[in-house]
C-alpha cells in the first residue's frame, strides 16, 4: 500500500467508535418515522473550531424538527465529568442554539448497574433516545405555537 492510498483511506473513513449503538439508535428512530442522517456536517460561526463546523454521530428530523445527536463513548468520559473536548463540543451546541441530545453509553452503564435495570443494553438505549427524541420533538412544538 502507498502512503498517497493510506492517506486517502483516512479522509474518508466515517465508522465511528460507538457505530453499533448509533446504528441501533438509527434504526429504532427511522422505524418510528423519523429521518436519520450519519455524521452530518453543520456549521456555525459559533463553533469553536478553527474551521467552524462540528460533526453530530446523527441529524435526527421529522417534519420541521431537526436535532442532532452524539453518541458518547469511554473517550467522552460521563455526563457529569466529560473531557475538555466533550464540553467544548457542548457549548459550541448552547452558544449556537443547536438542539443536541447526549447519550452517554458509560452513564447509562453506571446508572443501570447503580439502579439494577436488568433489560439488556440495546434495549436501554432504545428507550432512552426514543424518548429524548420525542421530548426534543415537543419541546419543538411547543416553540412553533
Do not use: W
Not at 31 to 47: A, N
Not at 100 to 127: G, M, Q, R, V
Amino acid at each position: 500500500m502507498t502512503k498517497k492510498f493510506i492517506n486517502q483511506r483516512k479522509k474518508t473513513i466515517s465508522e465511528n467508535f460507538g457505530s453499533s449503538e448509533i446504528q441501533i439508535i438509527a434504526k429504532t428512530l427511522t422505524d418510528l418515522g423519523f429521518s436519520c442522517v450519519f455524521e452530518p456536517k453543520i456549521y456555525s460561526d459559533k463553533f469553536s473550531t478553527a474551521n467552524k463546523i462540528r460533526n453530530p454521530d446523527l441529524k435526527i428530523s421529522f417534519g420541521k424538527m431537526i436535532t442532532y445527536l452524539e453518541s458518547d463513548g469511554k473517550v467522552h468520559q460521563t455526563l457529569e465529568m466529560p473531557n475538555d473536548r466533550t464540553q467544548k463540543r457542548n457549548e459550541d451546541f448552547e452558544r449556537a442554539e443547536i438542539p443536541y441530545i447526549l447519550i452517554n453509553h458509560e452513564t447509562l452503564h453506571e446508572l443501570k448497574k447503580i439502579l439494577k435495570i436488568a433489560i439488556p443494553k440495546d434495549d436501554l438505549i432504545k428507550i432512552i433516545s426514543v424518548y429524548c427524541v420525542l421530548e426534543q420533538y415537543a419541546k419543538f412544538l411547543a416553540k412553533e405555537k
